[in-house]
């Protein structure tokens, strides 16, 4: 069963215009994330939804496939569409978004690409330890094989 969702403008949410780039996205992200963060609003309802509502918005902009995606259910001048639960966030809020982490990322300007992107140098540590994992296997494999 699918229920029918009213899908919030999420460029409205984020005060970007449809064509924004992603670092319009991003510089907007920041700006009403330090903006409206609860801690800074005494835990304030208003501010907690306010900020939830950004969160949700800046995870389907942020990134181009989840952008596209929306985009393209949303562009039929509604913005229903059929789904089978209502957005969940993806990340621990309590580590992703508490207002000290947002603060420190937005002053150092240490936020890459979609919100949960792993670094370049931390891809290319997976893909080393992969390769040797495997490649261990892979020799351990061949030993096995000459020795029985």
């Known amino acids: 069963m699918f229920l029918v969702l009213e899908v919030p403008n999420y460029y409205d949410i984020l ?22 963060h609860p801690d800074k ?3 304030s309802e208003d501010s907690k939804h306010k900020f939830m509502q950004i969160i ?9 496939i989840a952008r596209r995606d929306y985009d393209n259910k949303t562009n039929h001048g509604t913005h229903d569409y059929a789904s089978t639960r209502p957005w969940i966030p993806s990340a621990d809020f309590e580590r992703i ?23 370049e140098s931390a891809s290319i540590g997976l893909w080393k330890a992969t390769m040797v994992l495997f490649g261990g296997l892979g020799a351990v494999v061949i030993l096995i094989m000459i020795f029985h």
């Open 15 to 36: 005060e970007v215009n449809n064509h924004a780039s992603q670092v319009e996205i991003k510089k907007s992200f920041r700006n009403l994330a330090l903006k409206y």
């Open 56 to 64: 949700e918005a800046y995870e389907a902009l942020s990134d181009e």
């Open 41 to 43: 609003n005494k835990n």
């Open 97 to 119: 978004y508490s207002y000290s982490e947002i603060k420190r990322r937005y002053r150092d300007g240490s936020v890459g690409g979609g919100m949960w992107d792993i670094s």
